[in-house]
């Protein structure tokens, strides 16, 4: 199974549930307890303790306020089930299987505020240290009355907390870059989108050369009152037919070769 992060936005609590059986009614279950495990980095080990035991047919939502006291604040808090408890300390991410590859086993991602809630079913896995990030959000809401967050997820093997850059550009005939702003590995990087001037009728490119990650645009209203919260896609999934991968390459060598 993958990890799943408790997110974090502004004036908004994480909520993440777990689901104790399979994500379709087709395949043989798994019908085995699990152990419930809370993961995170402190900059040079991965630490992990065991939160709870879930039986198999419950579904059971885990907040910050559920963790114990002595994890540091602003950690990326990691949730994973397992047939046995993970390793207490371990130099690389510990490893989480799944029973099933597709689809993917899921966890309810949820972020509420006083007056509102949104979620999306997600996961996420660690990612390798050499990539690159290239998205595009064409759902991104753009209005007086809605503020707009880039909450940048990062997980990679290494326990290091590595900083660097993501650049966005505003997409058209000629580029210009809007923003530059630091992410770090191993975590949540919140960037507000508002200063940027991004217009109704422009596309946006989120670049970074050297740190992939998971891209999720959290919308909301003044007040909390209404919010949303969508992710992107890498350019791969964008191509219909013929060499996905050898488009994403190409797009990817072009906006990172791009000047400031």
């Not at 199974?1 to 549930?17: D, K, N, V």
């Not at 990650?213 to 919308?219: C, D, E, K, T």
Request: with cysteine; glycine share 4%; hydrophobic share 35%.
């Amino acid at each position: 199974m993958p990890f799943y992060p408790i997110l974090s936005a502004p004036s908004c609590i994480g909520r993440t549930t777990l689901c104790n059986f399979p994500p379709n009614n087709w395949e043989k279950p798994s019908k085995t307890p699990k152990f419930v495990n809370i993961t995170w980095s402190s900059g040079s080990i991965w630490n992990s303790i065991t939160l709870d035991y879930l039986t198999y047919g419950i579904a059971k939502s885990y907040t910050l306020a559920d963790l114990p006291t002595d994890i540091p604040q602003g950690v990326l808090p990691l949730l994973s089930l397992t047939s046995s408890p993970l390793p207490r300390l371990s130099q690389v991410l510990p490893t989480v299987s799944s029973p099933n590859q597709l689809p993917t086993w899921r966890a309810s991602l949820e972020l509420i505020s006083s007056n509102a809630s949104t979620s999306y079913q997600g996961e996420l896995d660690p990612l390798p240290e050499n990539a690159s990030l290239l998205t595009f959000p064409p759902l991104l809401q753009t209005h007086s009355t809605i503020n707009n967050f880039l909450l940048f997820l990062n997980l990679e093997r290494s326990p290091v907390m590595r900083k660097t850059y993501l650049k966005i550009f505003r997409c058209c005939y000629t580029s210009r870059l809007l923003g530059e702003f630091s992410i770090v590995s191993n975590s949540i990087t919140c960037i507000s989108l508002d200063s940027l001037n991004i217009q109704a009728n422009e596309l946006p490119v989120f670049v970074s050369p050297n740190m992939s990650g998971v891209p999720l645009f959290f919308a909301t209203t003044e007040g909390f009152t209404s919010m949303s919260l969508e992710h992107t896609h890498p350019p791969a999934s964008y191509v219909i037919h013929g060499k996905r991968w050898a488009a994403q390459k190409y797009l990817k060598s072009r906006w990172i070769s791009q000047p400031d």
